[in-house]
């Protein structure tokens, strides 16, 4: 297997910490989607969406998106569990890992596409055709960000890890939208969630967070 | 189990008809979205995001994300299977049920969120504070709806089926996503679009499809 990658994208992390929780290494082939490599003809050759990350199985298939590839590997590679085992912990994870993409993610990708000069005609990822960022979305985004923090501080002032008492995808998804929060979109944890501060401290010491 | 409903909306009915393809028939509440009764306190008490569709279990435990209801109805009652078997066909048919939704069902809302003066304060689902339409979202949605066409007409002229040669949740997604841009967005399936329209007919024809 190999993964077409790319080191300052949220999707392709969430598939790296993925696999660094299962123990596993593989080949990469960095795609810089600054630079808009993946939306010239060689990198569209491999994933005509232009996006990031694809995993390529060993006989050429090619998984060209990020929670499909994640449970293949839960599927293929078992140990440690990240996406539940019975039919309630499976969809308890499920739902927290898409909250976390509808709440985190969404909001995140929504200020940073229309906020950032490099983006300022590239608003919606993978698509080659120019389309420009709309300043209303950094104030709607902003506010969803907020929401997002909100309810992430609910949520961990009740349990341990976002979908329970334990680590799992829906963690990862979650510390990639954080992390982008800070780091692109200048909105950092506020102060007063102390949960949401103790979460973010144990899961990005985690080794898998180096990834 | 029961399902919090509402007839008129998009997810509630994905997971009507996965209800119906597995030959499931569960009591339903319906709540009015476009009265704006998922946003008031008896809704909120069911579901503090203010989403649709809840699935509550026997012992009171509530689901409340679409995909995840699925998952857990997959899991409880296997067949016919809509979520594939082998880890590669699983991946494969998640892979091309996050397209449609993305693709499609994103695009679609994008439209409608921000062009139906019923939703003209209310661009985000679930959103109880005011969040105005932005209108350059309309066109950006169009143009994304377009681009979600054109790539199910490439798809469905190479498969039956969305995510193969057999039915699944993938085409569950589709079939709502067509249906919105359709009904509610006034973007009908092109013309020329002849493997969309022969797969339209087929999908639209199922039983399932009445749910």
Redesign the interface.
């Known amino acids: 297997m190999k993964l077409y990658d790319c080191k300052m994208a949220p999707n392709p992390r969430r598939v790296r910490i993925f696999l660094a929780e299962k123990g596993l290494d593989l080949p990469k082939v960095e795609v810089s989607i600054v630079d808009g490599e993946n939306l010239k003809p060689e990198y569209l050759r491999v994933n005509p ?1 232009g996006l990031l990350p694809v995993l390529e ?1 060993a006989d050429g ?1 090619r ?3 990020t ?3 994640c ?2 590997i839960e ?2 590679h078992p140990e440690p569990n990240l996406m539940g085992r019975s ?2 912990e ?3 994870i ?2 927290w890992q ?2 976390m993409e509808f709440d985190g993610m969404a909001a995140v990708g929504e200020v940073v596409r229309n906020s950032i000069p490099v983006f300022s005609s590239r ?2 990822p993978g ?1 080659a ?1 120019p ?2 960022a ?1 300043p ?2 950094v104030e ?1 985004g902003t ?2 960000v907020k ?1 997002f923090y909100e ?1 992430l501080e609910q949520r961990l002032s009740e349990t341990e890890y976002v979908a329970g008492n334990r680590f799992s995808i829906a963690d990862i998804t979650a510390l990639c939208a954080v992390e982008g929060a800070m780091n692109r979109a200048n909105l950092p944890i506020p102060a007063g969630n102390k949960n949401t501060q103790r979460w973010y401290a144990a899961v990005s010491a985690r080794p898998s967070a180096k990834a």
């Open positions: 969406r199985l298939t998984l060209d998106e929670v499909a590839i449970r293949y599927d293929t039919p309630l499976k969809a308890t499920e739902s898409r909250h608003g919606l698509v055709q389309v420009p709309i209303a979305l709607r506010n969803s929401r309810r």
